[in-house]
């Protein structure tokens, strides 16, 4: 196949040049001389190498003056580093041997003469203005140089705070006279608080020396605190810094080079000018900004920088740049320091690029002219060059035509040709034969190349591709292998078995979410038993789809093993989970294979990928469907481990029970029997004492009536499946006795009969009878006694009421006779009613309004009595109230409501409410009470009986004096109060 490719491609290229040449030769004419030709390109040639010779001579000197400028520079710089640290070290060494004096004992910082002694000495030793101390109890002190190049102590006592008393000393620190003294509040100064607030060692702000105003310092405080971290005071250094610029001065290349150190704000803090790097205004000294700075080199290269970088607070390391300041090129260079001490400054060194450039442009001048000469004599040689170039070529001339179209095994020889015989036209013939072969050879070559390239890049991507599938393959078998070993899988929990699963397939599939589904039985609702998102590296369970809602889905899963989908977007099998689960979890691809079990469809474990599509390889469905086969065991597993268990508890259940019913049994002081449906004995349990029933399997038979009964309670036992309860009485052994039969249905052909002997039971049944129907007999002799006496009492209240002639009188005693006949017609209703401890409350009232009628004959015409009362039955605690109050109620009614012959109806209703409450009304249309009496506070005994009655049922008594008189009473039956 690769030998039919390259010969159609010559054979193109064959016909493509000789579709070109007739054309071409037609131009030949036009076209200028080889000669021409290599002379001119020789030239260009020679031109673009010389100018490119002078622009590398020039970039190579800018490039060593760049070079050479950051030599320079490094060793500025480093010059300035090791001055900075020697000179700036010495606060802070100070300030640790201080402090390391004071830990130890030596130091007695309360002793402030000694103390400034110690100062003085310092401040001699190390090359620093002044060493000073203060504490919160208001003691300062202080050594070291003032104005005016004088050495002084300075103390401040706690008897005279702020007040500073400068002393001088001699050349060993003892001290003088008082020089003078000023007042100095050192707790409002800066290196003083701040070291305190900061609780630790800090650099104050570069300020100008007090009384020196050519003098810049910087101070050092390192705070002191005991082993309680309770602060001791405040130690603290002043270093003058003005010496730096005269040292940044001698380092100072030229006057037209610059050297200055800048704080992150801007703030100038040395310079190798000789502008200082401050200003004086109004007398009193105040610092410069770099940018504001006399020497305009300083100030344009501040400048420049806050315009490059926007904020000085960017720079951190070296940082360099060539720029124009002043109309002049400078190299600047840029590096932070004093991390190592605790200062953030800024090193700046600009130097103008001319200054190093010098010694380049003078070489540059003799370079120039050699260069123009060389340039000249190298024409001259391509020129001959040329001719020497042309003769050879001629002799190829036909030997290329011959090759061009064809003659393959045609060789050229090649000969010298005198230099004067140019042919130009043959050369261009020449050039169109190798252009051919040229083009020939190159087509073939590439063609070759290109399919050798195809197919070494499709051996390499299968054997990535074999790499790959074996790297899953021997992943995929240990996974599986880790599965198979892990006893999850076979101890019965088959969630804890799906977590396991879950959790291998995300971690062997770099799966973001792995959930396992089963089906219920009747395959109409899918439940998710776990499913493991590696997000949150939780498991979740309980979601349910119906398999209704999703039909092209679970459809889809029932064609295919295995269900591949690489992206949920195209594939409509998925389109119905589309919108509401996949696309709000970003699921883009799902791997989904079938649980099968008995050779059913019982669920399936899912694959969602999360972010772009995925394409699922062979060796991952072949791997799920195998985790599937995994899960139907642990399914099977958990399911035979849980009916192990299910079967040891029910045998263990039934061993319980059976020890149970067997000590039930046991304990039955009854006779059980398993009787067959024909009454025929197969088994029995007797009780304790035998002699109870005197039975014996080979007793003598029952008599027939009894077994016919016996017989018919089995059957019905058996029939209906529900218990059959009988007694009977029996002779046996010429002993009466009574006998309680249970007979329950066990099974379609038997029974299990339980025989009581109630002999006893029945024995005390009749004594109790016999008893309550003696007391029974006694109670209604009691309430008839009663009721005797009562009408004995109202006999006499009767006779007495003949010898009395006082009308009110009389009175009083027949309303007194009524209210015990009332308690006596209660005692009648109880001996001769069915109800012992109950009055017929109905029959009572009837009874109750008919005597009273009787004994006002005056109304029975004019008054109509209207009852209207339910059937209660109320006790004795509750009667005899509840009927004196109706007497009261009713004689009131008739002896006051209907005067002067007046007709009318009086009714009296009792009934029960919806709360279970009784309710006694007793109304009449007569004239009522009159507006003047107040029935709740009246002194007259039958309204104030009917309160008394009334609070003593508990009841809630209301009058409605309208339309004549209507009285109603809500109670409830009152319970009986033991009295002995």
Same mark, same amino acid.
């Given at each position: 196949?690769?030998?039919?490719?390259?010969?159609?491609?010559?054979?193109?290229?064959?016909?493509?040049?000789?579709?070109?040449?007739?054309?071409?030769?037609?131009?030949?004419?036009?076209?200028?001389?080889?000669?021409?030709?290599?002379?001119?390109?020789?030239?260009?040639?020679?031109?673009?190498?010389?100018?490119?010779?002078?622009?590398?001579?020039?970039?190579?000197?800018?490039?060593?003056?760049?070079?050479?400028?950051?030599?320079?520079?490094?060793?500025?710089?480093?010059?300035?580093?090791?001055?900075?640290?020697?000179?700036?070290?010495?606060?802070?060494?100070?300030?640790?041997?201080?402090?390391?004096?004071?830990?130890?004992?030596?130091?007695?910082?309360?002793?402030?003469?000694?103390?400034?002694?110690?100062?003085?000495?310092?401040?001699?030793?190390?090359?620093?203005?002044?060493?000073?101390?203060?504490?919160?109890?208001?003691?300062?002190?202080?050594?070291?140089?003032?104005?005016?190049?004088?050495?002084?102590?300075?103390?401040?006592?706690?008897?005279?705070?702020?007040?500073?008393?400068?002393?001088?000393?001699?050349?060993?620190?003892?001290?003088?006279?008082?020089?003078?003294?000023?007042?100095?509040?050192?707790?409002?100064?800066?290196?003083?608080?701040?070291?305190?607030?900061?609780?630790?060692?800090?650099?104050?702000?570069?300020?100008?020396?007090?009384?020196?105003?050519?003098?810049?310092?910087?101070?050092?405080?390192?705070?002191?605190?005991?082993?309680?971290?309770?602060?001791?005071?405040?130690?603290?250094?002043?270093?003058?810094?003005?010496?730096?610029?005269?040292?940044?001065?001698?380092?100072?290349?030229?006057?037209?080079?610059?050297?200055?150190?800048?704080?992150?704000?801007?703030?100038?803090?040395?310079?190798?000018?000789?502008?200082?790097?401050?200003?004086?205004?109004?007398?009193?000294?105040?610092?410069?900004?770099?940018?504001?700075?006399?020497?305009?080199?300083?100030?344009?290269?501040?400048?420049?920088?806050?315009?490059?970088?926007?904020?000085?607070?960017?720079?951190?390391?070296?940082?360099?740049?060539?720029?124009?300041?002043?109309?002049?090129?400078?190299?600047?260079?840029?590096?932070?320091?004093?991390?190592?001490?605790?200062?953030?400054?800024?090193?700046?060194?600009?130097?103008?690029?001319?200054?190093?450039?010098?010694?380049?442009?003078?070489?540059?001048?003799?370079?120039?002219?050699?260069?123009?000469?060389?340039?000249?004599?190298?024409?001259?040689?391509?020129?001959?060059?040329?001719?020497?170039?042309?003769?050879?070529?001629?002799?190829?001339?036909?030997?290329?035509?011959?090759?061009?179209?064809?003659?393959?095994?045609?060789?050229?020889?090649?000969?010298?040709?005198?230099?004067?015989?140019?042919?130009?036209?043959?050369?261009?013939?020449?050039?169109?034969?190798?252009?051919?072969?040229?083009?020939?050879?190159?087509?073939?070559?590439?063609?070759?190349?290109?399919?050798?390239?195809?197919?070494?890049?499709?051996?390499?991507?299968?054997?990535?591709?074999?790499?790959?599938?074996?790297?899953?393959?021997?992943?995929?078998?240990?996974?599986?292998?880790?599965?198979?070993?892990?006893?999850?899988?076979?101890?019965?929990?088959?969630?804890?078995?799906?977590?396991?699963?879950?959790?291998?397939?995300?971690?062997?599939?770099?799966?973001?979410?792995?959930?396992?589904?089963?089906?219920?039985?009747?395959?109409?609702?899918?439940?998710?038993?776990?499913?493991?998102?590696?997000?949150?590296?939780?498991?979740?369970?309980?979601?349910?789809?119906?398999?209704?809602?999703?039909?092209?889905?679970?459809?889809?899963?029932?064609?295919?093993?295995?269900?591949?989908?690489?992206?949920?977007?195209?594939?409509?099998?998925?389109?119905?989970?589309?919108?509401?689960?996949?696309?709000?979890?970003?699921?883009?691809?799902?791997?989904?294979?079938?649980?099968?079990?008995?050779?059913?469809?019982?669920?399936?474990?899912?694959?969602?990928?999360?972010?772009?599509?995925?394409?699922?390889?062979?060796?991952?469905?072949?791997?799920?469907?195998?985790?599937?086969?995994?899960?139907?065991?642990?399914?099977?597993?958990?399911?035979?481990?849980?009916?192990?268990?299910?079967?040891?508890?029910?045998?263990?259940?039934?061993?319980?029970?059976?020890?149970?019913?067997?000590?039930?049994?046991?304990?039955?002081?009854?006779?059980?029997?398993?009787?067959?449906?024909?009454?025929?004995?197969?088994?029995?349990?007797?009780?304790?004492?035998?002699?109870?029933?005197?039975?014996?399997? $080979?007793?003598?038979?029952?008599?027939? /009536?009894? !077994?016919?009964?016996?017989? %018919?309670? &089995?059957?019905?036992? =058996? +029939?209906?499946?529900?218990?059959?309860?009988?007694?009977?009485?029996?002779?046996?052994?010429?002993?009466?006795?009574?006998?309680?039969?249970?007979?329950?249905?066990?099974?379609?052909?038997?029974?299990?009969?339980?025989?009581?002997?109630?002999?006893?039971?029945?024995?005390?049944?009749?004594?109790?009878?016999?008893?309550?129907?003696?007391?029974?007999?006694?109670?209604?002799?009691?309430?008839?006694?009663?009721? $005797?006496?009562?009408?004995?009492?109202? /006999?006499? !209240?009767?006779?007495?009421? %003949?010898? &009395?002639?006082?009308? =009110? +009188?009389?009175?009083?005693?027949?309303?007194?006779?009524?209210?015990?006949?009332?308690?006596?017609?209660?005692?009648?209703?109880?001996?001769?009613?069915?109800?012992?401890?109950?009055?017929?409350?109905?029959?009572?009232?009837?009874?109750?309004?008919?005597?009273?009628?009787?004994?006002?004959?005056?109304?029975?015409?004019?008054?109509?009595?209207?009852?209207?009362?339910?059937?209660?039955?109320?006790?004795?605690?509750?009667?005899?109230?509840?009927?004196?109050?109706?007497?009261?109620?009713?004689?009131?009614?008739?002896?006051?409501?209907?005067?002067?012959?007046?007709?009318?109806?009086?009714?009296?209703?009792?009934?029960?409410?919806?709360?279970?409450?009784?309710?006694?009304?007793?109304?009449?249309?007569?004239?009522?009470?009159?507006?003047?009496?107040?029935?709740?506070?009246?002194?007259?005994?039958?309204?104030?009986?009917?309160?008394?009655?009334?609070?003593?049922?508990?009841?809630?008594?209301?009058?409605?004096?309208?339309?004549?008189?209507?009285?109603?009473?809500?109670?409830?039956?009152?319970?009986?109060?033991?009295?002995?």
């Amino acid at each position: 196949m690769l030998k039919m490719l390259v010969h159609n491609l010559i054979k193109r290229g064959v016909c493509f040049w000789r579709r070109q040449r007739s054309d071409y030769v037609q131009s030949i004419s036009r076209k200028i001389s080889l000669r021409s030709f290599l002379v001119v390109f020789f030239v260009l040639q020679i031109s673009v190498v010389m100018l490119l010779l002078q622009w590398v001579t020039v970039w190579n000197g800018h490039q060593a003056s760049y070079n050479l400028a950051g030599i320079l520079h490094e060793e500025i710089i480093n010059n300035v580093t090791n001055l900075l640290e020697n000179y700036l070290r010495q606060p802070l060494l100070i300030n640790q041997m201080n402090h390391n004096a004071v830990k130890l004992g030596l130091l007695d910082l309360s002793d402030l003469e000694t103390t400034g002694r110690f100062f003085f000495q310092q401040s001699q030793i190390f090359d620093v203005s002044y060493i000073n101390f203060a504490n919160e109890t208001g003691e300062f002190v202080g050594a070291g140089m003032k104005g005016n190049n004088n050495i002084s102590i300075d103390i401040t006592t706690r008897s005279h705070p702020q007040i500073v008393y400068e002393y001088a000393v001699d050349y060993e620190g003892n001290l003088g006279d008082v020089r003078s003294t000023y007042a100095y509040d050192y707790k409002t100064e800066y290196w003083y608080t701040q070291p305190i607030k900061a609780g630790k060692a800090i650099w104050s702000d570069i300020y100008v020396c007090d009384g020196i105003t050519d003098i810049l310092a910087i101070s050092a405080s390192y705070p002191l605190y005991d082993d309680n971290q309770k602060l001791i005071g405040v130690l603290g250094v002043d270093q003058a810094i003005s010496d730096i610029s005269n040292f940044l001065q001698r380092l100072q290349v030229n006057q037209s080079e610059v050297v200055m150190i800048m704080e992150r704000s801007g703030m100038l803090v040395a310079s190798s000018s000789k502008s200082p790097s401050f200003e004086v205004i109004n007398g009193k000294p105040k610092r410069l900004a770099a940018v504001n700075s006399p020497d305009p080199l300083t100030q344009a290269t501040a400048q420049y920088l806050q315009q490059q970088l926007e904020n000085i607070q960017t720079i951190e390391s070296h940082q360099n740049f060539n720029t124009e300041l002043l109309g002049e090129q400078y190299f600047v260079n840029a590096s932070s320091w004093g991390e190592k001490l605790g200062l953030d400054w800024v090193l700046v060194v600009a130097t103008p690029e001319l200054d190093l450039m010098a010694g380049f442009y003078a070489r540059l001048k003799t370079i120039v002219p050699v260069s123009l000469v060389a340039f000249i004599l190298a024409i001259q040689l391509a020129i001959k060059i040329s001719r020497w170039l042309t003769a050879p070529i001629l002799s190829v001339h036909k030997a290329s035509l011959s090759v061009a179209y064809g003659n393959l095994d045609q060789t050229v020889p090649l000969k010298s040709i005198a230099p004067w015989l140019p042919n130009i036209r043959e050369l261009d013939e020449l050039a169109i034969a190798f252009n051919l072969m040229a083009a020939q050879l190159k087509i073939a070559f590439e063609a070759w190349a290109q399919m050798n390239q195809t197919l070494e890049e499709q051996v390499e991507e299968r054997t990535a591709q074999l790499q790959r599938s074996r790297r899953q393959l021997i992943a995929h078998n240990q996974a599986l292998i880790d599965l198979s070993k892990n006893k999850v899988l076979t101890q019965g929990d088959f969630l804890a078995a799906c977590q396991k699963i879950n959790e291998v397939v995300s971690q062997t599939l770099e799966v973001k979410q792995v959930s396992i589904w089963l089906l219920d039985d009747a395959h109409t609702l899918i439940r998710c038993v776990d499913c493991y998102r590696v997000t949150t590296d939780e498991h979740t369970q309980g979601l349910e789809l119906p398999v209704a809602d999703y039909p092209d889905y679970f459809q889809a899963l029932e064609n295919s093993r295995v269900l591949v989908i690489d992206n949920v977007h195209s594939d409509t099998r998925v389109k119905e989970l589309l919108q509401e689960y996949l696309m709000p979890l970003g699921i883009t691809s799902i791997l989904n294979a079938l649980i099968y079990s008995g050779g059913q469809i019982i669920g399936v474990i899912c694959l969602e990928h999360i972010g772009t599509p995925r394409t699922w390889t062979l060796e991952e469905q072949n791997f799920i469907a195998t985790l599937a086969d995994l899960v139907a065991l642990a399914l099977e597993a958990s399911e035979r481990v849980e009916a192990e268990r299910a079967h040891q508890l029910a045998q263990k259940a039934l061993q319980e029970s059976e020890t149970l019913n067997r000590a039930m049994l046991e304990a039955i002081p009854d006779l059980i029997m398993r009787v067959r449906r024909d009454g025929t004995c197969l088994d029995f349990i007797p009780p304790e004492s035998i002699d109870m029933v005197n039975f014996f399997p $080979n007793d003598e038979p029952l008599p027939p /009536n009894f !077994l016919e009964q016996e017989l %018919y309670y &089995i059957n019905q036992a =058996i +029939l209906t499946g529900k218990l059959q309860v009988y007694e009977r009485q029996i002779l046996r052994y010429g002993e009466v006795r009574y006998e309680e039969l249970r007979i329950v249905s066990n099974g379609e052909e038997e029974v299990l009969m339980i025989v009581r002997d109630i002999t006893e039971r029945k024995q005390a049944e009749e004594q109790i009878k016999q008893s309550l129907a003696e007391k029974e007999v006694l109670l209604k002799e009691i309430h008839h006694r009663v009721k $005797n006496n009562l009408n004995i009492i109202s /006999n006499l !209240l009767d006779l007495q009421s %003949y010898s &009395i002639t006082d009308e =009110i +009188l009389l009175h009083l005693f027949n309303d007194a006779k009524k209210r015990i006949q009332t308690m006596g017609l209660i005692h009648e209703q109880l001996y001769k009613g069915n109800h012992l401890g109950k009055v017929d409350f109905s029959e009572y009232i009837k009874q109750l309004v008919n005597n009273i009628f009787c004994s006002c004959q005056s109304n029975n015409n004019r008054v109509n009595p209207i009852m209207k009362v339910d059937a209660i039955l109320l006790n004795l605690e509750t009667a005899v109230p509840c009927g004196l109050l109706i007497n009261e109620l009713l004689m009131n009614a008739f002896k006051h409501g209907f005067p002067d012959q007046r007709v009318g109806k009086v009714q009296i209703a009792m009934f029960k409410d919806i709360n279970q409450k009784l309710v006694l009304e007793v109304c009449d249309n007569g004239i009522g009470i009159p507006s003047t009496v107040n029935w709740e506070t009246s002194n007259s005994l039958g309204l104030k009986l009917v309160r008394i009655l009334a609070k003593q049922l508990n009841g809630t008594l209301t009058f409605d004096t309208s339309n004549g008189t209507s009285i109603s009473l809500i109670f409830s039956e009152l319970k009986y109060k033991q009295r002995f």
